[in-house]
């Protein structure tokens, strides 16, 4: 089964096209305009070895939150549209990942319910061009858009560029996997019938 999904979004402040591939092997060809979010977003793609291409026109000139969102947005439909009805599924999964100083914590359940509990403290306002308030912009857009619970929180950390770092990595390393055949069932791995 191919668990690849291709989802495109127009407005008038983003024009954004996103394929992903959830068996791939962590290849990325990322254009989203903001340098420092495409570092995040492959280095997602890369250690939860999805195959991801993004490619994102957006108004810039404005500043750097509707590119970032929208990102977020049509990131999340192309997890749900790639899984499916999630059948065989772990459904859960959980990282703690170190990058020198830091150490975060991510855990999300592909439970067709949206929420994201979130706690990270940067001290700077940006990460290059990107606000670092955007990071948690994203995983709550894309927490909607995927339909899924995600935690993500800093449980040690200084380095600015390595908290947002981590929480990218440690989410790619959760959501791989979550998404990971579970060979002992293969229903949908819940009471309600659906997720």
Not at 75 to 87: H, S, T, V, Y
Not at 108 to 133: N, Q, W
């Amino acid at each position: 089964m191919n668990r690849i999904a291709t989802c495109e979004r127009k407005t008038k402040e983003t024009t954004i096209s996103i394929t992903l591939n959830l068996d791939g092997t962590g290849k990325t060809n990322i254009h989203t305009g903001i340098g420092f979010f495409d570092h995040m977003l492959d280095g997602m793609a890369r250690h939860g070895l999805f195959d991801l291409s993004v490619s994102v026109a957006g108004d810039l000139d404005v500043d750097c939150h509707h590119t970032i969102e929208d990102t977020g947005i049509v990131l999340g439909r192309a997890i749900q549209e790639a899984l499916g009805d999630k059948a065989g599924i772990r459904r859960y999964g959980h990282m703690i990942l170190p990058m020198d100083e830091t150490l975060a914590l991510c855990a999300v359940d592909l439970s067709g319910r949206p929420y994201l509990r979130y706690h990270a403290p940067f001290t700077s306002e940006k990460l290059g061009d990107m606000d670092t308030e955007m990071v948690k912009e994203f995983f709550y857009a894309l927490s909607y858009g995927a339909m899924m619970n995600i935690h993500l929180k800093i449980l040690d950390g200084e380095n600015n560029h390595h908290m947002a770092e981590t929480l990218f990595k440690a989410f790619g390393k959760a959501l791989d996997a979550a998404t990971q055949d579970e060979p002992r069932i293969q229903e949908i791995w819940t009471t309600k019938g659906s997720l």
